[in-house]
């Protein structure tokens, strides 16, 4: 996925500022795609420069609102119906699984009982998310990408329950 074109989704739905996207970024977005404050705002930028949005109003602070232009809009409709997903999966705590054999088999179960808590801990914020019916196609969409997490969440706490009931790990 493209920052550049989760940023037009976004503005796609309403105008913001810099930070109202962080924010979004980080109460929803952020479980399926990470951006840092640090990215954003140099790709806002790169957006503003290439005519797919414009700033249509100043807010408090000197701050800017952005909003999308039809030339954006046309961009991500056509990053969404003529681009394959990239499908490369890279996940920090499965590499670490497959490097467990390297530790103890005491420091092997600790690892494995840190990640079903974080995932509980995880599956709970999710599950707070869900709570609200979807009012129209906007929040039924974020609701598919919500379900999604909240099943593979599920699936990997119960993963590594399994992982755990294998213990003591073989050295």
């Known amino acids: 996925m493209s920052l550049r074109h989760a940023l037009l989704g976004l503005l796609a739905e309403r105008p913001r500022t810099g930070y109202a996207l962080l924010k979004h970024f980080e109460g929803s977005i952020s479980y399926v795609w990470t951006a ?15 005519g797919f949005i414009r700033q249509s109003a100043s807010g408090p602070r000197g701050s800017k609102i952005y909003e999308i232009t039809k030339a954006g809009l ?12 990239e499908r490369t999966v890279r996940s ?6 497959f490097l467990l054999w390297l530790l103890q088999p005491e ?19 999710l599950e707070q998310l869900g709570r609200s019916e979807p009012a129209n196609a906007t929040e039924q969409t974020f609701r598919f990408a919500l379900e999604h997490g909240l099943r593979a969440t599920r ?17």
């Open 36 to 50: 840092r404050h640090s990215q954003i705002y140099p790709e806002l930028a790169r957006l503003q420069e290439d």
């Open 107 to 125: 420091e092997r179960e600790e690892f494995l009982r840190r990640e079903l808590e974080h995932n509980r801990a995880y599956l709970a914020r």
């Open 74 to 85: 046309d961009e991500v409709r056509r990053w969404l119906r003529e681009t394959e997903p």
């Open 92 to 97: 920090d705590p499965l590499l670490r699984v």
């Open 155 to 171: 699936a990997r706490i119960g993963w590594l329950e399994w992982a755990l009931a294998q213990s003591p790990l073989p050295e």
